[in-house]
């Protein structure tokens, strides 16, 4: 086994993005392991490494992260944010990954694409359930491209005012030409109302007419991300206005157990019956899952235990599940 400061190296390397660090410190552990007669370990962990070295050295070269802080009238329309997630810690259908990797491998490349007049996939549209991992993806692709994340505020954004609302949306795109980042529009059914539907009034479809314009003619370097869960909702037109459509569900079973794996990594203990777990958190959301397992945890630390229990993470799981009844009866 690895030693303690041996991880805690590996650790403070890998969350400080340093590469060589990493790798010197996991070279240490197979050598180690070598030592230690364990050649079979010790020869995976080497080939886990090269393969690893092999990837880095052929993606193109890293980029600093632009710090951008919108000004003006831009900082009541747009919130921005610089996370850090990564496309391995979410869990998606295996048909979303695809997707998302596909993109991923367009913009990393997107210089080679344009020498040869062909596009990277840079508008997007997310549509699912609440809490499947759709505003999750803006965050992912923002911080796997180095890119800031911008939010559009709707609250800002719409108004009753006659024009003021396409104009807002104008500042919004012209921003996309001036900063490359991901625009995260979440909720995109409040703009994206079918023409013509009950809940259409005037100066929402002027401000429909004109996003329909403007992501047509934008030809930037920035993602557009627009997020809804309400897909059957949106006028027709929008559809034809992405590169992209990517539709999430709610877990099955496998990615249910890779949740619940991955969100008590750190609290798991030698009683958790995973089989019954997920029988609990069948119908459950990703972020629900996550959640419960996160109040399992508390519970755990406010209670001065090393590992979470089976009864507290059913406990968490039910009242999520409870609450979820409760509101579609309501």
């Known amino acids: 086994m690895a030693r303690a400061d041996q991880l805690i190296a590996l650790l403070r390397a890998y969350a400080g993005e340093q590469d060589a660090q990493f790798t010197a410190v996991a070279l240490q552990m ?4 070598a030592q230690k007669g364990h050649t079979r370990l010790a020869a995976e962990l080497k080939a886990l490494i090269e393969a690893a070295q092999v990837r880095q050295v052929s993606r193109p070269a890293v980029r600093p992260v632009p710090l951008a802080q919108p000004k003006g009238e831009l900082a009541e329309l747009l919130t921005v944010q610089y996370p850090r997630h990564h496309l391995t810690e979410m869990v998606v259908s295996a048909e979303v990954a695809l997707k998302l990797e596909r993109v991923l491998r367009e913009q990393r490349y997107h210089e080679r694409l344009s020498g040869h007049g062909l596009v990277p996939r840079r508008k997007l549209l997310l549509v699912g359930p609440p809490g499947t991992g759709k505003t999750l993806t803006a965050s992912v692709l923002a911080a796997e491209l180095r890119l800031p994340l911008f939010v559009a505020r709707f609250d800002s954004l719409i108004t009753k005012f006659m024009g003021e609302s396409a104009s807002k949306l104008r500042l919004v795109f012209e921003s996309l030409k001036a900063t490359r980042g991901v625009y995260l529009f979440d909720e995109f059914d409040s703009l994206g109302l079918q023409r013509g539907s009950q809940h259409d009034v005037a100066e929402m479809r002027r401000t429909l007419n004109m996003f329909l314009q403007l992501i047509e003619q934008d030809a930037s ?61 069948n119908g459950l959301s990703h972020s629900d899952i996550v959640r419960a397992c996160q109040d399992a945890m508390k519970d755990a630390v406010l209670e001065n235990q090393t590992g979470v229990s089976q009864e507290s993470v059913l406990q968490h799981l039910d009242e999520r599940s409870a609450s979820l009844r409760h509101m579609k009866f309501s």
Do not use: C, K, M, W
């Open 221 to 281: 370097e920035s993602l557009i991300v627009a997020a809804t869960n309400h897909g059957e909702s949106l006028d027709t037109a929008l559809f034809r206005r992405f590169d992209d459509v990517i539709r999430y569900e709610a877990p099955d079973v496998s990615q249910i157990e890779r949740l619940l794996r991955n969100s008590l990594a750190l609290f798991d203990g030698p009683t958790l019956d995973y089989t019954r777990l997920v029988a609990a958190a």
């Open 30 to 33: 197979a050598a180690g392991e």
